[in-house]
């Protein structure tokens, strides 16, 4: 798992004029496939890689979740993975082997067939380039692959893996044609060839153009004739003039809080042909510990500091009531998700906080510097940080600051351990809690902060792993949550909302945001 892609960039960011307070419509019947307009959306966030061997980021999966196939895709509104290329799949030798049957008469949008060849070639491909900004990690419990004839394919794992369907449903999935890509390089030309939904017709650091591809099999129904993507690479200014001067129909990952809450809380919005259309995500952001600090290493400053922190009050100061507060490491939505942090450490509370720094022996203030790197996870996150550091103070308790580092050097100083706090975002790979669980508390966890429990590590994690009934699940979760609870490697903050803004032409898009992180261009319908 690659904290440096995969980390959110969060939704949020900087401004619509307020002329713009107004609102989109919600669909009322299906559409019928393609008969729609093209569609023009526009996000801050690039694409970083064309190759699914390459991409880890939310901009590049966006582009795979519509361009390529999977064996399995996430239903709109669903977190349980359903047949997409493939017919059928299922586990056998206790989650140790998965076959899956292709659909017949699949063709990559050149109008090559798509066999079971390509399936192999593509996850090998993947494994074997290890891109250090790909996917690989999330196909590492695959050992080997047969395909006994141009349908079936068999993954036969190194260990048992129930969450394997939720991976192999994701981004690093993609099925690639094993005659347009090299089988130990990445493609470099900036062309796709699935056979997904749509084509992707051209590129640029700027823009994306795709068209629906006729010869897709599966059951995704486009309501659209065409999606032109409009990237504006960190740039939300530009995006949100280009959503008030018409440039594009639908802003998508872009927009400021106070915009959202604004539009949002407007009576006048419904009249001047523009809708916020919100929807559920399992986006979240963590205060993290190096629980090797001469400070925070202490458990009792951590205690303390999960006694103070106010979440509610961050999420209606910083970040305008578009993210709720979360009290646990698994996100509600999502399956074995609890309330471990507020059972524990319930509502801010000054006594206990100081009750714990006794107990550890401390009596004076206590210095602490509270790192963030400004443009990362959104421009509130210096922001948050601040009000936090308010409130850490407000105690009597600690003198708390905050320093923002641009994040090449913010991830660079991290993995040096230089930092004792600072904040982490986390975009899913898979709504799944072993994807909350495994990348943060896993072996080699991508937290940086030098935190190991060995029941986790040990027991809880492959004991969840094996078990293939996810609901079945949530007993060995409430205990990892607990135990993280505990220790407090880290302290959850919120999990975001997500938001698109459209005018009233454009229908279909409350089921392109949901906690499975698909952007379903093949939904949205404008006219």
């Not at 440039?247 to 523009?274: M, P, Q, W």
């Not at 998700?337 to 107990?359: C, M, Q, S, V």
């Not at 490697?489 to 949901?514: I, S």
Request: aromatic fraction near 8%; proline fraction near 5%; glycine fraction near 10%.
């Amino acid at each position: 798992m690659k904290a440096t892609n995969k980390w959110l960039t969060a939704p949020l960011a900087a401004g619509l004029s307020a002329a713009l307070l107004s609102g989109c419509g919600t669909e009322q019947g299906s559409g019928s496939g393609g008969s729609g307009g093209g569609v023009r959306v526009g996000m801050s966030d690039e694409i970083l890689a064309t190759d699914p061997a390459a991409g880890y980021d939310p901009g590049s999966w966006l582009l795979f979740n519509n361009v390529f196939q999977s064996l399995l895709a996430f239903p709109k509104g669903g977190s349980e993975p359903e047949p997409d290329a493939a017919d059928k799949c299922d586990f056998s030798a206790g989650s140790k082997v998965y076959t899956c049957t292709l659909r017949e008469g699949l063709t990559f949008s050149n109008g090559n067939k798509l066999t079971s060849e390509d399936v192999k070639f593509s996850f090998e491909r993947a494994l074997k380039i290890a891109d250090p900004s790909g996917p690989a990690p999330l196909l590492s419990t695959i050992d080997t692959i047969e395909t006994p004839d141009e349908r079936t394919v068999v993954f036969r794992l190194k260990v048992p893996d129930a969450t394997f369907p939720s991976k192999i449903a994701s981004g690093a999935g993609s099925i690639v044609d094993h005659r347009d890509y090299p089988a130990d390089a990445l493609r470099t030309d900036g062309k796709a060839t699935g056979s997904g939904p749509y084509k992707l017709d051209s590129f640029s650091d700027s823009e994306a153009t795709f068209s629906v591809n006729t010869g897709y099999k599966g059951d995704a129904k486009a309501k659209n004739g065409a999606v032109t993507l409009k990237l504006y690479r960190g740039d939300r200014v530009a995006l949100s003039k280009a959503f008030a001067d018409g440039d594009i129909d639908v802003a998508y990952r872009g927009l400021s809080a106070d915009d959202i809450a604004a539009l949002e809380n407007s009576a006048t919005t419904s009249d001047k042909g523009i809708e916020v259309v919100p929807g559920s995500s399992a986006e979240v952001q963590h205060l993290v510990f190096n629980v090797e600090d001469p400070v925070v290493g202490k458990l009792g400053v951590r205690k303390a500091i999960a006694h103070l922190v106010d979440r509610e009050a961050l999420v209606e100061n910083v970040y305008k009531s578009t993210a709720t507060p979360l009290y646990s490491i698994v996100p509600a939505g999502i399956a074995g998700h609890n309330t471990a942090f507020f059972d524990t450490y319930g509502t801010p509370d000054k006594a206990k906080a100081k009750k714990a720094l006794r107990a550890a022996g401390i009596t004076e203030k206590v210095k602490l510097t509270l790192w963030s790197t400004p443009s990362r996870y959104g421009p509130a996150t210096d922001q948050e940080l601040k009000a936090i550091a308010e409130q850490l103070n407000a105690s009597g308790l600690f003198d708390a600051d905050v320093k923002s580092v641009a994040f090449e050097q913010y991830e660079k100083d991290i993995a040096a351990g230089k930092y004792g706090v600072y904040v982490k975002g986390w975009v899913p790979d898979y709504p799944d809690a072993d994807n909350f669980t495994s990348p943060f508390f896993g072996e080699g966890n991508v937290l940086d902060n030098r935190y190991e429990n060995t029941t986790i590590t040990g027991t809880l994690i492959p004991k969840t792993a094996a078990i293939a009934d996810r609901a079945a699940t949530a007993d060995e979760y409430g205990k990892l949550q607990d135990l993280v609870a505990e220790e407090l490697p880290v302290l959850p903050l919120w999990q975001g909302k997500q938001y698109a803004v459209a005018r009233d032409d454009v229908t279909g898009l409350e089921w392109t945001l949901d906690a499975s992180t698909v952007f379903r261009f093949w939904e949205i319908r404008k006219g």
